[in-house]
């Protein structure tokens, strides 16, 4: 299924967060999107899912425009998983997961024979099976995360969204999660993630796409693109890029704090 | 049924102990307290004759007491109770607050308002004509509560206050409205506490045609309460459009409300407890919660009748005020240690 962002401009808290950005995601890709805190990272991500209509452009799933497929029609296509989950904290993970069945029921929501089978899948790839039965607010942050993915998974999606999956996690947890996207990608599924840990994008994503001030500062191959020049004008900090001994691959690093060590009494001007 | 074994799996510890179970005991309450209501009243029947009656016709004494007194008002008080108790839990689980109740979101005033003003306007209005008024102001209500409330972000608490304000000031109108029209206060008293006095075979058919497709709108909604539950994000996510589903559930919880202040007058507290008592038995997921509310509400509707009818029997004193003296210590009681 292809997702395409045609000039997309979108509004988020009276701010203009997304300023005409076009984006091409064909079936199957592995993504990762970069960048500041406040450069519309998570808005165009809610633009890109119906959450959030947009001002101008457009966002077409397979050619078609998601506001006029519908919400119901979007969920069985797209899932996507917000960041900050203060909700459904009373209920066990198999509950949770069952409500990604929504989209896919009648008006009932009577179980169905696929809905059965679509439940268990989701436990299963996300590993919860054992979990299934206890209460989320029973779980440790890591587990819970893979629940809210685990719903998400449940509505078969084509496409899948998601703001922030490793953040607050271990690194443990958050190569799990990484791990999880990756066999997610293999099996067909397009995945686009923020990651705000720039080695964790640079080691397990395909294509890395980074935004500052609401516009695509960069978007290809890690090797491409996580380089310092591209990199610095994005988090306006001076970077080092590393290489990792073993794949190869870029491992960004900031050098600010070691200028700031030499520089004592200077005052910081990244913020500025 | 494929969704009820789901749902019995997936509930740990003391979410839904044997619903089944529970299902079945409410409704044999609900049958014993029906069976009590045949019976006792200003003449005492047997069991044999109470249940003989409801099927002799009007041409026995048991026939015409059981078929066309008691059952009916029986009947009333059951649909007076779902409906309110079904109201209370749409309420509860829209904004989240455990404190909601039509009568403190208002609505239970709107509807009042709109049956005694048909009533003042036209004293020979007949019984339909207050069902439809009341359903009129319900709906009226919900809507004024929602433009009021729910614009922009959700806030239970906004709500919350809105919903006291509507009330105070409808309530006010209510009883300004009704002494003013010194020829109903005697009626007037049994309609502003809530009460079952001469509920007929007529109230019954003015408030069915709009009370059970509500019912079943409810029970169709629950399942997108479910998903609303998760935060509007989540909703959205899954294709619940989290305001038009808000306002379709308002809607119906006006409705329902409606329905049984066209009946029994501004009864209080039972939209508020049902729902609590119902989630002892049902647990939290709404598909089984709004059915065992309606059982809850029918339950504790046709009890406090009885008892409002036997109390100070052979005269009798408003049904509402018994839902009340449950009620407030149950609420005093949430306030203090749940809410």
Known sequence: ?272 | MAGLTAARTGAGGSRSRRPLALACAGVFALAVIGLLTMMFGAVTLSPGEALSGLTDGSDSFSGLVVGQIRYPRFLDAVLVGASLGVAGALLQGVTRNPLGDPTIFGLTAAAGLASATAVVISPQVPQWGIALAAAGGGLGGAGILFVVAYRGAVSPVRLALAGIALSALFGAIIVALLSSSRTFLQTSLGFLAGGLYGADWDDLRSILPYTLPALAAAFALSGRLNVLSLGDDVATGLGVLADRTRLAILAVAGILTAAAVAVAGLVSFVGLLSPHAARYAAGSDNRYLVPASALAGAILVSAADLVAKLLISPSEIPMGIITAAVGAPVLLYLVRFKA
């Open chain 1, 1 to 272: 299924m292809r997702l395409t962002v045609e000039r997309l401009s979108l509004r988020y808290n009276g701010r203009d967060a997304v300023r005409g950005v076009s984006l091409d995601l064909a079936s199957g890709e592995l993504v990762a999107i970069v960048g500041p805190n406040g450069s519309g990272k998570t808005t165009l991500l809610r633009g890109m899912s119906r959450l959030l209509k947009p001002v101008a452009g457009h966002v077409l799933l397979d050619g078609k425009e998601i506001h006029a497929i519908g919400a119901r029609g979007v969920a069985r296509r797209l899932a996507i998983l917000s960041q900050i989950h203060a909700e459904g904290a009373d209920l066990t993970v198999r509950e949770l997961v069952w409500r990604g069945r929504s989209p896919h029921q009648g008006i009932l929501q009577r179980a169905s024979a696929p809905d059965h089978k679509a439940v268990a899948r989701a436990l299963e790839a996300t590993d919860l099976h054992e979990l299934a039965d206890r209460p989320l607010a029973s779980l440790s942050g890591g587990e819970r995360q893979r629940a809210w993915i685990a719903l998400a998974l449940a509505q078969q999606p084509r496409v899948l969204l998601l703001d922030e999956p490793t953040s607050f996690l271990d690194v443990r947890h958050q190569v799990d999660v990484i791990a999880l996207l990756q066999r997610l990608n293999a099996g067909g599924m397009t995945v686009v993630a923020i990651i705000h840990d720039l080695a964790l994008a640079g080691r397990f994503m395909q294509r890395v796409i980074g935004m500052r001030d609401g516009r695509i500062a960069f978007d290809g191959p890690p090797r491409e693109v996580l380089r310092p020049k591209p990199l610095e004008d994005v988090f306006g900090i001076p970077m080092t890029v590393l290489e990792d001994p073993e794949s190869g691959l870029p491992v960004p690093l900031p050098r600010y704090p070691a200028d700031a060590s030499r520089r004592p009494t200077s005052a910081p001007e990244g913020g500025a």
